[in-house]
């Protein structure tokens, strides 16, 4: 169990245990604050028992747009109870001020340890460099699907977040290859080819109108035979963010796009793989 699915399950097991208490003792958990029974108690358990539901999920799956919406919640009942208790606008008893101060300050402590997990979530060897892999096994000839996925000037007619790729000079490694998407565009220089297994492109972030937040970017395309008649496709791409805060800021959205992007060209690069053969 890693740092982040550490502080998702005592964050699961704060709520849980604070959504019961709600929901058994509601009347008792009234006069400790000093208001009127009612329905908010019962209401703020169900949903504090909700909360953790969402919690268990990400636990296991650990999807960062959602862990990032969960920490978002938690700066909003960190915000909530600050407010509360400057205003005080129910008249709270001092115990329960104190226990609404309580639970601000370790949701606080989840919160923010769950933003610097969060931070560091696709990454591997090297702080900051993000990594994500994608695999598909389909059914061919290892040559007829190495010849389509390395079809690198054909590029944009499989990915649908590419309108234009074009080679502008060179051949296999050396080869600069320019790309395109709606008003955006750059370039990049394949690093590593290798006939049959793999190649790699190293996109220039450093140009002055390179249109991305980031400060490197690399892509790795491999076709791996695994039986008779079947291979494995895999893509790899690393990158770095050229701000820290956009680790939590960007990376959740960026990673859940990108992802279905790349289902959709892997289902592309299936459909004609599986037809040629």
């Known amino acids: 169990m890693n740092t982040l699915q550490k502080l998702l399950t005592a964050n699961a097991i704060f709520s849980i245990a604070n959504g019961t208490i709600l929901l058994l003792f509601p009347k ?136 234009v790729s074009k080679v502008i000079s060179g051949n296999k490694k050396g080869m600069i290859r320019s790309c395109a998407h709606g008003k955006d565009s750059w370039t990049e220089t394949c690093t590593l080819w290798e006939d049959e297994k793999q190649y790699s492109f190293m996109v220039d972030t450093k140009a002055p109108d390179y249109p991305y937040p980031l400060k490197s970017l690399k892509g790795t395309w491999i076709v791996n035979e695994i039986a008779n008649n079947e291979s494995e496709i895999v893509m790899i791409f690393e990158f770095e963010y050229k701000k820290t805060v956009q680790n939590i800021l960007i990376h959740p959205i960026m990673k859940h796009k990108f992802t279905k992007v790349c289902k959709e060209l892997l289902d592309n690069w299936q459909n004609m793989t599986e037809v040629v053969s």
């Open 28 to 163: 008792k958990i009234a006069q400790i604050f000093d208001v009127e029974p009612g329905l908010f108690f019962i209401i703020l358990g169900i949903a504090l028992l909700f909360f953790a539901m969402t919690l268990i999920i990400e636990i296991k799956k650990q999807r960062a747009i959602s862990i990032l919406w969960i920490t978002i919640q938690d700066a909003l009942w960190v915000v909530g109870s600050i407010i509360l208790l400057a205003s005080n606008p129910f008249t709270i008893s001092i115990e329960g001020n104190i226990i609404i101060a309580i639970v601000a300050l370790v949701v606080l402590s989840l919160g923010s340890g769950q933003l610097k997990a969060l931070a560091r979530i696709d990454e591997e060897n090297k702080k900051g460099q993000k990594i994500l892999k994608f695999r598909r096994i389909v059914k061919g000839n290892k040559s007829k699907i190495w010849e389509i996925v390395s079809d690198v000037s054909n590029y944009h007619k499989v990915a649908p977040n590419i309108d």
